[in-house]
């Protein structure tokens, strides 16, 4: 489709967590950058990481594939794992629709994200 956005992942640390951005369309298609990503924030030293979806208009299954294996690998060890929004009207429905919300701690948006607890948290 011509009026796709091309996915971008990008990552850093803010305060005591690792963040992964997400901007674009994911699909199977660009599902491998957001693996990598998270990949990456499993192996870092941070008690939390927050995938920060606001920029997302668009996700498939494929998301929730990558989301669900991160946040088994971030319970195994303790830590938490946030997917923030504001979430798009597309991507909210990905998660309703599947089910899957209750599985993930969601925060409405970064600032949310940002001030909840982890400590002995991780859900």
């Known amino acids: ?3 796709e956005l091309e996915a971008t992942v990008t990552h850093g640390s803010a305060q005591d967590s690792f963040v992964v951005r997400v901007g674009g369309d994911i699909d199977y298609a660009s599902a491998s950058k957001l693996e990598e990503a998270l990949d990456l924030a499993h192996r870092v030293n941070a008690p939390r990481a927050i995938v920060d979806l606001s920029g997302t208009d668009f996700a498939d299954s494929s998301i929730l594939h990558v989301l669900l294996a991160a946040q088994r690998a971030h319970r195994a ?3 938490l794992l946030i997917v923030s929004g504001p979430f798009s009207d597309t991507v909210r429905r990905l998660f309703d629709v599947t089910g899957t919300a209750g599985f993930f701690v969601l925060a409405d948006d970064m600032q949310t994200a940002m001030a909840l607890p982890f ?3 991780a859900r």
């Open 77 to 79: 060890r303790g830590r």
């Open 119 to 121: 400590e002995g948290d």
């Open 1 to 3: 489709m011509s009026d």
